[in-house]
């Protein structure tokens, strides 16, 4: 009994312990949910909040990169607005120093630059001490052929009337000359042949073929002015007239024919010169522009010291050149010489080339006023210090450098162009740098062509023959404006070939002209023989 009494009891004390601890548990319970759901929604406003900021974030990323984007794009506006200041710094500083751009398009606000290879010396302007004055002497008495006497009628002191001859007289000479209008009327006697009957007299030369015409005198004096002194066509009838004191008055339209008729009398002369210039060891071409009826056109030169020869073509281009038959015939011994026209190196060519240091060094000045690289200024030096040195040397009849004095220029001039290549990389982001580049490489590319002087001294160091035998072409434009068509600028290229090569002989243009007007020019043969025995 006692025993399940004892068990009752341990029963009910566990029921009781039961009730309790389930009903501690459900307490605990309902206080753990209660905080675990305030930590949820804790959770989820800090979840909320993270993914706000997440997004912030990104966008405020989006916005760093719009910006950086931005302010990348200003740095490219800035720098291509600085190389476009740099640039027109540039242009502003171009001159006929560090450019082809001739002296008279120097703006009117500027100094004019004129290049002179000249090396500026503390001597005085004018003649030099110890050097022979240069004046008119004295006539010898058989040479005056005509005598002014002079008497004076008072004293300039006292006005006085009374004098008396002292047997004394003060001699002057003059040297002028007057033009003598002539009207010259030639008679041809007609004769009868007393065995066939036939009338006959001399041969009318072609000078006098018509009734009245202007004689040789006339003709040439305005040939020289047209084509030596660039004068416009209604000039020369104005100045003509006042020559002759309103005695000849030339028209414009004989003016025109006149001209004509010149250059076909020279034709035969420039077909010589052409013939000749294949046969010469060096040759120098170039070509300018020049107006035909308001287009641009071509007066193309192609010489020596002593050979002219001109050609006007309405483009610069290869037809034109293969046209005039000069450059496609040169046998692979001749040298060219010209500005760097890259048509030189056609395939269709054979001679060699060699390239105009004088562009060069215009390039070269031009890359010291933009970037100041220090590459530039060395090459100039080099080159022009070898080219004084090599003149000295052809002056004392010496035919080439030795064999140590071209490994030492050669050596420089590589070293040189190793610091061309490194000032370039490191200015690439400036202006002109890529200027500065393409010129490395062309005078990388065409070495030999630019430096073909110093190995061989017969050829010149820059092409300035061709650049003073156009430079009158230059002034025409200035004075006449243009020409009328391509034949009149034909005409014009001829008879200045005629007379631009009699002058390099000796012979003066006007008489050169004289000759050609009276139906008896000078021959191409005449005139070298004449400098042969000259």
Sequence with gaps: MHVEVLLTEIYKGVAILGANYEKAFYKDYDRLFQQNE??????????????????????????????AEEVSAKDIVILDLAREVDRLKALLNIDGTNSGLPTSSTPIHRKKVIPNSREKTDKK??????????????????????????????????????????????????????????????????????QCR???????????????????????????LMNQGNVPLNKVRKMTLGFTGGEIHLSEGY???????????????????????????????????????????????????KLALYKAHLRKDKEGLDKDNILKLLPSTATVVHDHNKVNYNKD???????????????????????????????????????????????????????????????????IMIDAYRENKEANSKYYATDEATLILRILDYKNEYLAWVVDFSLPFTNNLSERSLRGAKSKMKVSGQFQNIKTASYYADIKSYIETCYRHGINEFYALHRLCRGDPFTLEEVLNRTEQG
């Design 38 to 67: 305030k930590l949820a929604a804790k959770l989820r406003s800090l979840q909320y909040s993270h993914n706000l900021m997440i997004e912030q974030n990104e966008t405020l990323e989006k916005q760093k990169q719009k910006l």
């Design 198 to 224: 036939k009338k006959v007299h001399e041969a009318i030369p072609a000078e006098l073929k018509e009734e009245n015409q202007y004689g040789v005198q006339v003709q040439a004096m305005a040939l020289t």
């Design 349 to 415: 060519y054979s001679y060699g080339n060699a390239e105009c240091n004088a562009h060069l060094l215009r390039d070269l000045k031009k890359v010291q006023d933009n970037l100041g690289h220090g590459w530039a200024r060395d090459l100039a030096k080099l080159l022009t210090d070898t080219n004084r040195q090599r003149e000295e040397w052809i002056s004392q009849n010496v035919s080439g450098f030795n064999p140590a004095t071209l490994s030492a220029f050669f050596d420089q001039f590589n070293n």
């Design 125 to 194: 302007i004018g003649g030099q001490p110890g050097h022979a004055k240069k004046k008119l002497e004295r006539f010898l008495d058989a040479e005056v052929n005509d005598y002014a006497e002079h008497i004076p009628e008072q004293c300039p002191h006292c006005q006085c009337t009374d004098l008396e001859d002292t047997g004394e007289v003060i001699e002057k000479d003059c040297l002028d000359y007057k033009i003598v209008v002539t009207k010259t009327r030639h008679g041809f006697k007609v004769k009868r042949c007393l």
């Design 255 to 305: 003016l025109c024919k006149l001209q004509q008729r010149a250059a076909q009398h020279a034709g035969d002369f420039c077909a010589d010169i052409r013939k000749e210039l294949l046969k010469q060891a060096v040759v120098a071409w170039d070509d300018t522009v020049i107006m035909v009826n308001t287009q641009r056109a071509c007066l193309r030169f192609y010489g020596t010291e």
